[in-house]
């Protein structure tokens, strides 16, 4: 059996109503691109159906599907990382397993690869998502655009691939809560993005709530920039030193006009102001305080629980 030239990572959290079809569409396009490939699974805790249907697909095609069986949920990146420790190709695909992303799209990432870029980014034409999920991931995009150096048009959109340089490189980051996409950029010597098809969900729900978007989004924020701890820097020299004005000017007036004592209120509303700044700061670094103690913690990223595969196959890999 031949090494792969392509490595498909999908990572599936309750995916049962959508595998059959991405299996299908997916096998499909990669069998006319001729060259030879892998896909790896990486079943992240999944409650439903996902795992049988994921060992049925190594029983049909041993040689080219693999599966990694997480020992609970450890969240879409840390899938994603897994099968990045284990991929044999040369080029490493990623692709959400909801169909979202055509698999149809593939070669037009392979074609950008083959044209010398070592990251292939996407961004989505006529996104079919819930019109807060669009209007919010404009806004995080905004943000992440002015706060990290990392350039992406869009994000959230997972349909990228790699050369293994780079994901050699993603795997040494060994972090332990990231962002993948962001991560790849930031070691990209020569990137590009390419625009691809998106569809709406047709079976399942998204599994991404509002909380985990925001959590997702402190990751990429925390993880790849210190932008907000500074401005707090920045914001508290500014106060300081209008407040010192501000002093000098009432010792001023007490010269010259007299003690004053109304405005009470106004007081309180600019105390509180301030004070609920001053919480947020300290939430601010609280995030990257959590982060350094998860670091320094050092504990297992994920737990594998099983990897179905051919015999051999992971020391094949280890030793290239
Ligand atoms: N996913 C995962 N673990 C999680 C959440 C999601 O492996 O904890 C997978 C999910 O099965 C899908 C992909 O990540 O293949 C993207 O998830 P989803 O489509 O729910 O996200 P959305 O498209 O809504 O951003
Ligand atoms: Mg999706």
Same mark, same amino acid.
């Given at each position: 059996?031949?090494?792969?030239?392509?490595?498909?990572?999908?990572?599936?959290?309750?995916?049962?109503?959508?595998? *059959?079809?991405? !299996?299908?569409? %997916?096998?499909?396009?990669?069998? /006319?691109?001729?060259?030879?490939?892998?896909?790896?699974?990486?079943?992240?805790?999944? /409650?439903?159906?996902?795992?049988?249907?994921?060992?049925?697909?190594?029983?049909?095609? +041993?040689?080219?599907?693999?599966?990694?069986?997480?020992?609970?949920?450890?969240?879409?990146?840390?899938?994603?990382?897994?099968?990045?420790?284990?991929?044999?190709?040369?080029?490493?695909?990623?692709?959400?397993?909801?169909?979202?992303?055509?698999?149809?799209? #593939?070669?037009?990432?392979?074609?950008?690869? $083959?044209?010398?870029?070592?990251?292939?980014?996407?961004?989505?034409?006529?996104?079919?998502?819930?019109?807060?999920?669009?209007?919010?991931?404009?806004?995080?995009?905004?943000?992440?655009?002015?706060?990290?150096?990392? /350039?992406?048009?869009?994000?959230?959109?997972? %349909?990228?691939?790699? /050369?293994?340089?780079?994901?050699?490189?993603?795997?040494?980051?060994?972090?332990?809560?990231? !962002?993948? +996409?962001?991560?790849?950029?930031?070691?990209?010597?020569?990137?590009?993005?390419? $625009?691809?098809?998106?569809?709406?969900?047709?079976?399942?729900?998204?599994?991404?709530?509002?909380?985990?978007?925001?959590? @997702?989004?402190?990751?990429?924020?925390?993880?790849?920039?210190?932008?907000?701890?500074?401005?707090?820097?920045?914001?508290?020299?500014?106060?300081?030193?209008?407040?010192?004005?501000?002093?000098?000017? @009432? !010792?001023?007036?007490? @010269?010259?006009?007299?003690?004053?004592? *109304?405005?009470?209120?106004?007081? !309180?509303? #600019?105390?509180?102001? @301030?004070?609920?700044?001053?919480?947020?700061?300290?939430?601010?670094?609280?995030?990257?305080?959590?982060?350094?103690?998860?670091?320094?913690?050092?504990? +297992?990223?994920?737990? #594998?629980?099983?990897?179905?595969?051919? +015999?051999?196959?992971?020391?094949?890999?280890?030793?290239?």
């Amino acid at each position: 059996m031949s090494k792969p030239y392509v490595s498909v990572v999908i990572p599936v959290y309750n995916e049962a109503e959508n595998l *059959e079809a991405l !299996f299908m569409r %997916l096998t499909a396009v990669l069998d /006319r691109v001729g060259k030879p490939y892998e896909i790896v699974f990486t079943n992240d805790g999944s /409650r439903d159906n996902s795992l049988p249907l994921l060992r049925d697909f190594h029983r049909r095609r +041993p040689h080219q599907v693999r599966v990694i069986d997480f020992n609970g949920n450890f969240g879409q990146h840390m899938a994603i990382m897994a099968a990045f420790e284990r991929v044999r190709g040369d080029v490493v695909v990623t692709l959400d397993a909801d169909l979202q992303n055509p698999p149809e799209e #593939i070669p037009k990432l392979l074609t950008a690869i $083959e044209a010398g870029h070592d990251v292939v980014g996407s961004y989505r034409r006529n996104r079919q998502d819930t019109l807060f999920r669009r209007y919010a991931s404009r806004v995080i995009n905004a943000v992440r655009e002015r706060f990290t150096n990392i /350039r992406m048009r869009d994000q959230g959109c997972m %349909l990228r691939a790699y /050369r293994r340089l780079i994901v050699e490189q993603i795997i040494a980051s060994g972090e332990t809560s990231t !962002f993948i +996409p962001a991560l790849a950029m930031s070691y990209a010597a020569h990137p590009t993005e390419v $625009e691809v098809e998106h569809a709406a969900r047709t079976a399942g729900t998204s599994k991404y709530r509002l909380y985990d978007l925001v959590r @997702l989004n402190f990751d990429l924020m925390t993880g790849f920039s210190v932008v907000p701890l500074q401005l707090f820097t920045l914001f508290g020299m500014v106060v300081a030193a209008g407040s010192l004005a501000f002093v000098v000017y @009432l !010792f001023v007036r007490r @010269l010259i006009v007299g003690p004053e004592a *109304e405005g009470l209120f106004t007081l !309180f509303a #600019i105390l509180y102001l @301030l004070v609920g700044i001053g919480i947020f700061g300290l939430g601010v670094i609280g995030e990257y305080v959590g982060r350094i103690y998860q670091e320094v913690r050092k504990r +297992p990223r994920f737990v #594998i629980r099983e990897v179905i595969e051919q +015999p051999n196959l992971s020391k094949a890999a280890g030793n290239e």
